[in-house]
């Protein structure tokens, strides 16, 4: 007998992130304080949750609006890292249906999607995305691929898994006089000017300086971010931006200076960050994004070329990890005609 389901259009937050915490695709993109970042600058978020009739949560999705011009009173949903699906596809139904409907009534052109697969497989995701009318789309918003290192056993294990480079360049710390420290709110100056180098040398976009303000306030309750600043003659040299969600940790954010590179200070730091997490109970360790290209093409093209993610795939290849794909960025149209003037708006914009 299937069991009676209900919507529930507005769970609490501390109720959501229970779910998100137990859900085995849970991900720091589904939590409730992610929204509370992503609602600062510029998104909607809302949750839509099913509950069993115990009132429990067994399926939801926190979806992200943003309109898609200031002039135009339509948007683009996004579910990030999700939706978290039940094992009954009863449930998932009944997600399915409230999901398109609440973002449909919020004025959606469209609805993307990028599950977490990140961690552990699901072969089955794409026939149930084609099912529910989505179809592959090659606009991304998070990096499809990427490094996961795997944090089981003591540090000496994880430091065996790395290449011989890396390994050695991770433990210069006394050798090369570098500083480490974990940072306070009042280290996120130091971290933003740092960014601003960075995104200038390796020409990538920057976020603003108060969306890392905001990131390490939220976060860094509860000990699920940690600020990693390497310095040499007190002068900071790197910064390392990590957050953790259950078993998982994630290097979203990463910075350097164009001073005393020689002294490893990213290694250093990233090694730090590292140690933190596995500290923390986390068994995985995601480097966050490297290009979309399989592992043969990544080997043999990472040292001539710069652009885009291919400038820090020659950084996280070392540390030891598995190069992993999530079933990528999937899209379902609910307006045709709007949809186009949003790919023209895509367009123009990059």
């Not at 998100?20 to 510029?42: I, T």
């Not at 989505?134 to 795997?150: E, G, H, L």
């Amino acid at each position: 007998m299937t069991a009676p389901y209900q919507i529930n259009s507005a769970p609490t937050p501390d109720a959501w992130d229970r779910f998100v915490a137990a859900h085995p695709d849970g991900h720091l993109l589904q939590s409730a304080d992610w929204g509370r970042l992503k609602a600062d600058f510029g998104w909607s978020p809302f949750r839509v949750a099913v509950t069993d009739e115990r009132a429990q949560i067994v399926a939801g999705a926190q979806i992200l609006m943003r309109r898609l011009h200031r002039l135009i009173p339509f948007g683009l949903a996004y579910i990030p890292a999700g939706p978290l699906l039940s094992g009954d596809p009863a449930a998932n139904s009944q997600l399915w249906r409230a999901i398109h409907g609440s973002a449909a009534r919020r004025g959606a052109v469209l609805l993307k999607v990028e599950p977490c697969d990140w961690y552990q497989a699901r072969p089955e995701l794409p026939a149930i995305l084609t099912a529910q009318g989505f179809r592959p789309s090659a606009q991304t918003i998070q990096p499809p691929r990427t490094v996961v290192i795997d944090l089981a056993g003591d540090e000496s294990a994880i430091l065996k898994r790395m290449n011989q480079s890396t390994r050695y360049k991770a433990q210069l710390a006394t050798k090369k006089a570098i500083d480490v420290r974990i940072g306070t709110a009042a280290d996120v100056a130091s971290f933003n000017a740092l960014m601003t180098v960075t995104g200038a040398r390796d020409s990538f976009g920057v976020h603003a300086p108060g969306y890392y303000e905001r990131a390490f306030e939220l976060f860094a309750l509860g000990e699920r971010c940690a600020l990693v600043i390497t310095s040499y003659a007190g002068q900071d040299l790197a910064g390392v931006m990590v957050f953790r969600h259950g078993s998982q940790a994630y290097y979203l954010y990463g910075a350097s200076s164009n001073e005393e590179r020689n002294r490893m200070p990213t290694f250093i730091g990233q090694w730090a960050a590292i140690r933190w997490a596995h500290d923390r109970g986390a068994m995985c360790y995601d480097l966050w994004g490297i290009p979309d290209a399989d592992e043969a093409t990544l080997e043999s093209e990472f040292e001539n070329r710069h652009d885009g993610l291919w400038g820090v795939y020659g950084f996280k290849r070392g540390w030891g990890g598995r190069v992993v794909r999530s079933a990528g960025a999937w899209d379902r149209v609910y307006n045709p005609p709007l949809n186009a003037i949003y790919e023209v708006l895509l367009r123009r914009r990059r």
